[in-house]
């Protein structure tokens, strides 16, 4: 019952980051924000918020255990494991940043849904994950949907972008679907391969290392790219006024944040699996705001696409419902063998006596 409450309390995380991440992000460049690395930067950097967690776990162990209470539980492989993929992290946010800057959030969002697709795959591949044919069903589902965008690709081109831009943000944004489709599994390969019980505790520890890592990776891209010199500017000449473009940057490092925590917790109490079932369900949440907040168009094409998300999401958890049912028919029939076993048994032995 615990595990499935810090389950929820993860998706509930998972669910605001997912769907405010990209709309806070589109707000961003839609009143004047130009420049990519910010808003890559702006997905991890907010990182030492976990320390607030830690802190109060910490002396929470203190009191119970005195001085000898470890102050890290994190060993070095999980150290080098995690800011590694950190920097995967780290890619995947500035490539991602392309969907906002180029594309409507909705559009970005749909080719974001494939992320799912890759992630089955590499589930497949790295932490041996078995597909049901329903979850299989459901994949190729999510695949159908975003292909559907291809149609019409220049459809909801936002007024004044090039066709060039725009394809150069469909393309980034897809290969961002891939590297995060990459990452999920790694982070769950980490938690498997660890040498020691892995707690709550070891997964922040985990989520700060991989914060931290693709920061320092975005910050370089900054520093190449000089935004840093450019922010003074920019804030400026934001459409609606500079206070509220630094308010805009600090709740997207807030709200990217909870996207993160939110996704190392459902791997942890889950799979890297569900997490990437969760991300496209929560797609036709993201493409309603898109539309309210920002006016922007709904074609046809999105709607079958939002569809086949859902389709492809109901076929999913049908799966793993009939998969449970399968299952607990399983044990109940092993249980009732191995009474039947014992029973005879114990006929045998009374026989014998006799």
Known sequence: MKKLIFLIFNIIMLSIGNCGGPLISRLYFIHGGQRIWIPSVLQTVGCPIILI??????FQRRKIQGPEAKIVFITRQEFIASAGVGIIVGLDGYLNSWGPAKLPVST?????ATQLAFTALFAVLIVKQKLTAYSTNSVVLLIAGAATLALRANG????GESTKDYMMGFVMTFIGAVLYGLMLPLIELIYMKAKQAVTYTTVLEIQMVLGISATVFCTIGMIINKDFQAIPKESSQYAIGE?????VLVWCAIIWQFALLGLVGVIFYSSSLLSGIIGAFLLPVTEVLAVILFHEKFQAEKGVAIFLALWGFVSY???EYEQGKKEK??????SESQISQQ??????GAGHVV
């Open 53 to 58: 967690p830690l802190a109060i776990a910490y």
């Open 108 to 112: 970005s969002t749909l080719i974001n």
């Open 156 to 159: 909801d081109r936002p007024a």
């Open 243 to 247: 206070s509220k473009y630094y308010m």
């Open 317 to 319: 958890f049908y799966g």
């Open 329 to 334: 028919k399983m044990k109940l029939k092993k």
């Open 343 to 348: 029973l005879d048994m114990g006929q045998t």
